[in-house]
């Protein structure tokens, strides 16, 4: 019966021992904030069309999932490329964001992350046409407080016919 208590006692510790360490909600909140500056600083950036200012905010490992019908995962050149091509096809480039929001992990605990909803409104180069689209954008931080995961989703291909659609 002593061996037995002596097992589970090791085994209670051990495992105990072995538990992830919960991050304070105030350690949480402060990583949230400082993620949120970088994100609305990177969209910031996006309006006045500065790609170079955008890049010490992007991880170089950087995964981006783009908005088109299709479209494949992407690394940073194809994400740089990506926000170069929508800079050099519109201008008066606008985003109002309705709101920015602190993401969750799968089990619904902040993890730092951040979340938006807003409106991009902008004029193609081109056409002259202006487009106004709702999206949801989500990023994911690195431990430098770089993106790391961006996610975009709005009606891409819409947004380039509209753009690309000739006046009646």
């Not at 304070?24 to 993620?35: A, F, G, L, R």
């Not at 487009?131 to 989500?138: D, E, F, G, L, M």
């Not at 989703?153 to 690309?164: E, I, K, L, R, T």
């Amino acid at each position: 019966m002593k061996k037995l208590t002596l097992l589970l006692s090791i085994l209670i510790i051990s495992i105990s021992c072995n538990q992830p360490v919960e991050k304070s909600t105030s350690d949480v909140s402060e990583v949230y904030s400082k993620n949120l500056a970088t994100a609305q600083k990177f969209f910031e950036l996006f309006l006045t069309e500065d790609t170079e200012a955008q890049k010490p905010l992007i991880c170089p490992g950087i995964t981006h999932y783009p908005p088109f019908h299709g479209a494949s995962p992407v690394k940073y050149e194809g994400f740089i490329a990506n926000n170069k091509a929508w800079m050099d096809n519109f201008d008066d480039i606008t985003y109002e964001a309705n709101v920015w929001l602190p993401g969750t992990d799968s089990l619904g605990v902040m993890n730092g992350s951040v979340r938006t909803y807003g409106v991009w409104t902008a004029k193609n180069t081109m056409t002259g046409n202006v487009i106004k689209t709702n999206a949801y954008h989500s990023f994911d931080f690195n431990g430098k407080g770089q993106i790391h995961i961006a996610q975009d989703y709005f009606d891409a291909s819409g947004v380039m016919a509209a753009a690309m659609k000739k006046a009646e």
